[in-house]
Nanobody
Framework: QVQLVESGGGLVQAGGSLRLSCVAS????????IDWYRQAPGKERELVAT???????NYADSAKGRFTISRDNAKNTVYLQMNSLKIEDTAVYYC???????????WGQGTQVTVSS
């Protein structure tokens, strides 16, 4: 069983920055992709950013130009650097890893990000 542990969330003022971390219990190069999702109160969970097996990156339109996803294979960690945070970025942020083969996916427990005015 793979475990993903997120950290780095917190309370920040609008315009500020946070860096989220997702630490996996096994080598992250063994996943098809690792993604960051978020879910705001009363809203559906949405994809924020993804980094694929080959290092390719994709972002939601809301994250482009402000968020950066990266990984450190030696630390089995994926990061989400969030700059110029907006109040609407307030949500619980989740890390998800997709198995290299098949539909299996793993989720972390989430980390709360709250952006205040």
């Amino acid at each position: 069983q793979v475990q993903l542990v997120e950290s780095g969330g917190g309370l920040v003022q609008a315009g500020g920055s946070l860096r989220l971390s997702c630490v996996a219990s096994r080598r992250i190069v063994g996943f098809k992709s690792i993604d960051w999702y978020r879910q705001a109160p009363g809203k559906e969970r949405e994809l924020v950013a993804t980094i694929g097996y080959g290092g390719n990156k994709n972002y939601a339109d809301s994250a482009k130009g402000r968020f950066t996803i990266s990984r450190d294979n030696a630390k089995n960690t994926v990061y989400l650097q969030m700059n110029s945070l907006k109040i609407e970025d307030t949500a619980v942020y989740y890390c998800r890893a997709g198995a290299l083969l098949g539909p299996t996916e793993y989720w972390g427990q989430g980390t709360q990000v709250t952006v205040s005015s």
